[in-house]
């Protein structure tokens, strides 16, 4: 194994810096600003089957270290974003991407996601089950074991790609959680999505974001993010890719020190767009620093 | 094109109440137009402070805000010499092609002025001539009239008839003959310039997460069932695409 290359489920990737969803757009938005084929991978922003415009504004907050967000969806839908989007990015990035798949039911995750298995673009499956079940009691897909199997157990059935389940960390155990997927057949995890959270105007005593409580990220949720990983981990055997509040090559580090086998970047896109190139030009030079050969030689090394 | 760079402060001085002018030096290579915007990294503050351009030359830029929370309030104390890092040529700008030969009027409310002024300044370099409408809610809050009243015929009103005429811009509009109309400033304003009819361009303000359009924190919804990111589709949108009533819609 080179030292930066990892494998996700037999996909090689040259390093293990994937651009989160929802933070990186379709990938082409970024082109303009540093060339991306240096990324490992792109996870597409979150896609549902019909086109949506999302929440009413404003969505999006600024807290102390990180930001709320209630996006809330916003898709021109599967059909055009493999028709549209997937070959606008196909023109900039030459590399396989990640397609994140949502849902409002069952039926609907089993559609986009079998949709995004026929695109050859596409190298993996990444499941958002935090959206709201409308077709049953309205709560998001990822608060039990017994729905997030369900939906994990249905995708399996049709997709070929692995499938990997985003899990939310507002739950009681979320390694409850994890196992349930691995026991539906998922192929690997993405920990952790947002935490719930909500910013007050002081003035007014009113929410800021329009859906009073939002998707909270950014570097303050990178602790809970590290216990997330370090708690499934010993518990599960597929592999976990690792997202909440990465900036650099140290966080990286850690990330895969605790049991993730990849990472993603998020938020900090936002902010600094060139995030993920830094990343992975720094790697080297930390792994050296701290005499690490591969990272593929430290994935869990916290436990040992 | 876009481009990150650093910048120098070379000046930072209040023009009025809470509202500031700051010179910006550095590459001037990101090919400005009017009608764009910066993206500013505040130390302390996770999202960077989008902040429209007001005008530019080959070496620098000068912005014009107002502190309107921590973020401005902390700009407003940074010191020339210092220096900030800034993303530049965001959003797509005014398109001035659309309103050759056409009897032009600028209409600006507040912090929505500055980009006009930078608009003015090149339409008066391509020989067009336009009035600007400039109001504002207070006198205390006025700035850039003799400016504007150096390239253009220039009226103002104020809420409080401190300066100029007492009332709001539309008073003004509908004394004075046009045929096409680029605004910027609140929403409620820009939908009584667009009520009054016409062609035109608007300029709109947005809460923004990247300023790129990489989060779709912005999207406004558009006429025929469409969506815009403010930040990267626009933030000028024109007349005939516009939505007002898009967030009763939902």
Known sequence: ?304 | MKKQAFYEIKRNQPLARDIFLMTLVGPMNFEPRPGQFINIKIDGFYLRRPISICSFDEDSMDIIYKIAGNGTDALSKMSPGQKLDVLCGLGNGFDLSLAEGRRIVLVGGGVGIPPLYGLGKALKAAGAEFTAVLGWQTHDQAFFIDEFSAICPTRVVTNDGGIGKKGVVTDILREISYDYYFTCGPEPMLKAVYDLGGNGQLSFEARMGCGFGACMGCSRKTLGGGSKRICMQGPVLRSDEVLFSWINLE
């Open chain 1, 1 to 304: 194994m080179d030292k930066l290359g990892v494998t996700l489920s037999g996909w090689d990737l040259e390093n293990p810096i994937i651009a989160a969803s929802g933070t990186f757009g379709y990938g082409y938005e970024f082109a303009s600003w540093y060339d991306i084929n240096i990324l490992g991978s792109i996870s597409l922003k979150g896609t549902t089957r019909e086109p949506r415009f999302g929440n009413p504004t404003p969505r999006i907050a600024e807290c102390c270290g990180g930001m709320l967000n209630a996006i809330g969806l916003q898709s021109p839908g599967v059909e055009s974003v493999i028709s549209e989007e997937i070959p606008k990015l196909r023109s900039v990035f030459k590399k396989k991407v990640i397609a994140n798949v949502a849902g409002f039911s069952v039926a609907e995750y089993v559609q986009v996601a079998a949709l995004f298995d026929a695109v050859e673009e596409v190298a993996l499956l990444e499941i958002n089950v935090s959206c709201p079940n409308v077709e049953s009691d309205g709560r998001v897909f990822g608060s039990t074991p017994e729905s997030v199997a369900l939906v994990c157990r249905e995708i399996k059935k049709v997709v070929k790609k692995p499938v990997y389940m985003k899990l939310s960390p507002n739950v009681a155990n979320i390694t409850e959680i994890a196992q349930a997927a691995e026991s539906a057949g998922a192929d690997g995890l993405v920990l952790i999505n947002t935490l719930l959270g909500m910013a007050v105007d002081p003035a007014t005593g009113k929410p800021i974001v329009s859906t009073k409580v939002a998707g909270f990220s950014g570097p303050a949720i990178k602790p809970i993010a590290l216990r997330v990983i370090y708690q499934v981990y010993p518990n599960v055997r597929i592999p976990i890719i690792g997202v909440g509040g990465i900036t650099c090559a140290d966080d990286v580090i850690e990330f895969i020190s605790v049991g993730a086998t990849a990472v993603q970047v998020g938020s900090q896109n936002l902010r600094d767009p060139c995030v993920g190139r830094d990343i992975i030009n720094e790697l080297p030079q930390k792994m050296d620093e701290y005499g690490i050969e591969t990272l593929g030689g430290i994935v869990g090394r916290s436990h040992r």
